[in-house]
């Protein structure tokens, strides 16, 4: 047995078999010593008279998952994956690749480069490359549609997303197919055995396969990627890349390739889709050592759009759930709501009728809070009203299980305030779900000051299980994300008050890759829900125009969509019209607090808008609300429809360098007032 420099890659020697086992935990990624391991074996195995086929296997928890991204940020070192890969295809001994897990990027190009692939039923495939901004480096664009077609290929690279094998299987691309709870080593030795004692077992290269023709439109086809992509360039350069493989050979196309992934690579896309990566991975290390508790039975106070989601998102993760509500009529109409909530899921595919029965049984409803006496973990997530929370709490205080969690799904309130009426304070937690919450994945798990490591902790680990995005963040008003969001609010109503449009604005910021523009998301919310949370605090005197346009609206009737007004007009299908009238009386507001009409450029609007979320979330790490103020980010890439491929504020900030992050608060602070752009600490945007 030999082993490679760094030992994460074994070569062994077995009757008649040479094995390159890879073992680099956690996820066997194509690192320098991975790849100069796999061609040692392939030189090695390949001079040898004894060995008849080579496998390629990997130990821990997965095949390949791809290149190894912490070398991304580094100058590449030999030998570079598309020599391996192309070394691995030239090698005149069969080589198979046994896949398990999840082979993904260059650990499928691996896999497709090898003569045979053979697969646990359970194995996914895909190249996830657009998903960190660059397109498939080794080969993928130019050997998956010789395997799986032309159309299914450009699909798998464009999306990104994983595929089973299963359902890939009349495509040719595994040879063999193993039973879930198949021994794959055992299964794979023992494949390749007989092929080789029946002499069956041939050398069969994909590149050297043609590629099929195809009645594809590309153009139209390519206008749809580009506007799926919403701003994003990897999906547009990959399918143009898979386009030139129709028409060269696998060299070429690969020169083609290796081009266009250098350049996605160096591109300021690609650093944030990585940055995105990464961060979102350190939010869920936290501080808490403490072991979690186990969570089975929750109970979710309130049966509206808030409460119904959350109910849904807990039976959907398998949880069994209790729901209380005031009287059966609202439970009625809690119900419907997870049913539809449910049966969109079924409609969409991702359930099928039986399980959205399964889940259906899951939940049980009752108007009496004694019910709540088995859960390990309630959700309060009535309406905001702290008088009715805290007596909400004193009930569970006497009804619940001694350890069990009470959790507040509040928005804004004082969860210490809400804690106080407790007997035992450190089992209260916050726990902030995003509308619709069986769909966004953003959980803020929200620390009061009493909260204990072990209910912070077990709400980390459910929110895990729950597959959401969790970050622990402090108490403060509207806590991370809704206290950036109230400041990103303000300067957005600033600007209409000083005579940037409603349709301006919001198409500023969409263009700019924002989901949604804000004024078009508030009509969507409903205004008042905002502006009701705001009145519960004291007016701000030194902002004469604090969120005046959103009172003007909501004085006027116009709450949003729910009432076919508000920002702009909608018609009885939903559908949007700029409004001359809601215009008008943000004008009239404007004249009555004296502020000066004039022009402005898309340019300035998007400016102020992300660097009143810059100044905030500054401000918010300082005050330690967040751990680390790369949470900022990942709560406003899963929260607020932040783009995903421009990192979050914070990454934009640091794209912007700290001298011209300050300049421009600086010319803002004297433009408006130091209480509105408040001096902040700059110096963590240089780490
Ligand atoms: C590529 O291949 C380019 C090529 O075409 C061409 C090159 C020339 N590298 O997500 P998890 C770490 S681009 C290094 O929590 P899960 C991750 O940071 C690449 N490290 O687990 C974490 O570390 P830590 C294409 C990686 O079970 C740990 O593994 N491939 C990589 O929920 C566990 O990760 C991809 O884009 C990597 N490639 O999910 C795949 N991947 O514990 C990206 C993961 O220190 N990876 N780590 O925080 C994934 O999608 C998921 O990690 C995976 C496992 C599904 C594999």
Redesign the pocket.
Known sequence: MANSEINSVNLIEKNSLGIIEIDYA??N??SQGVRQGIVDGIEKFEASGEIKAIIIRCKSR?FI??????EFGKPPTEP???DVVNRIENCNTPVIASLFG?S????F?VALACHYRVALESAKVGL??V??G?I???G?TQRLPRVVGVGKALEMVTNGKHYRVNELSSTGLIDKLFPVDADLDEATESYVEELISSGQLVVKRVGEKSVETSDIDWDQEISNIKRKARGKDAPVVAAEVIRKSLENSIENGMKFEREA?LKLRESEQSAALRYA??IE?AAGKTDLTTVPLEVNNVGVIGAGNMGSGIATAFLTSGFQVQLIEQTAEALAAGMERIEKNLSSNVKRGRMSQSQFEECLSRVHISTEYESLSGSDLVIEAIFENIDIKKSVFSKLDSVTREDCILATNTSYLDINEIASVVNDPPRVIGMHFFSPANIMKLLEVVRAEKSSELALATAMSVGKKLGKMSVLVGVCFGFAGNRMYTRYGREIQQMLLEGASIEQIDKAMTNWGMAMGPLAVQDLSGIDIGHNARSAQPFPEHDPGYFRAAATMVENGRLGRKTGMGFYRYDEEGKKYADEAAESLIRTKATELGIQLRTFEDEEIVDRAILALISEGLALFKEGIVQRISDIDVIWLHGYGFPRHKGGPIFQAKQMGKLLVEQKLDALRDKESARIWPQVELSILNS
């Open positions: 956690p996820v990624a194509l997965t998952a791809g290149a190894d991204i912490k570079f994956l598309p999840t993904l990027g260059g650990g190009e996830p490359e998903n960190l660059l498939p480096g080794a993928g992934f990566f990464a991975r």
